[in-house]
């Protein structure tokens, strides 16, 4: 089993900035590759980012491009997402997520497991 709790969500202005940390327990950090993925009212689960388990390779929904980033500190068993320029439309749960393997997944059904999620508002 693997425990993950997500923090740093909040209340931010349109551009602003926040980041966000997803702390793991109960297996290997470094075996994991992680994701994070959103979810606004009334809309399916959307992808955000999502890191190798060795943190070489990344990959980034469309919607963020260029404005996330995802990153991961295997000696704190901790990943990040730092986003920056943020919009309206960012506003969502925000939830990590984990699983066995070592390269990057994008979809939520390749995960295992799953935290409790952070709510991130931007205001316009």
């Known amino acids: 089993q693997v425990q993950l709790v997500e923090s740093g969500g909040g209340l931010v202005q349109a551009a602003g900035s926040l980041r966000l940390s997803c702390a793991a327990s109960g297996r290997t950090f470094s075996s994991l590759a992680m994701g994070w993925f959103r979810q606004a009212p009334g809309k399916e689960r959307e992808f955000v980012a999502a890191i190798s388990w060795s943190g070489i390779s990344t990959r980034y929904g469309d919607s963020v491009k260029g404005r996330f980033t995802i990153s991961r500190d295997n000696g704190k068993n901790t990943v990040y997402l730092q986003m920056n320029s943020l919009k309206p439309e960012d506003t969502a749960v925000y939830y990590c997520?984990?699983?066995?393997?070592?390269?990057?997944?994008?979809?939520?059904?390749?995960?295992?497991?799953w935290g409790q999620g952070t709510q991130v508002t931007v205001s316009s």
């Open positions: 997520a984990a699983v066995l393997r070592s390269g990057v997944a994008s979809s939520v059904g390749n995960y295992d497991y």
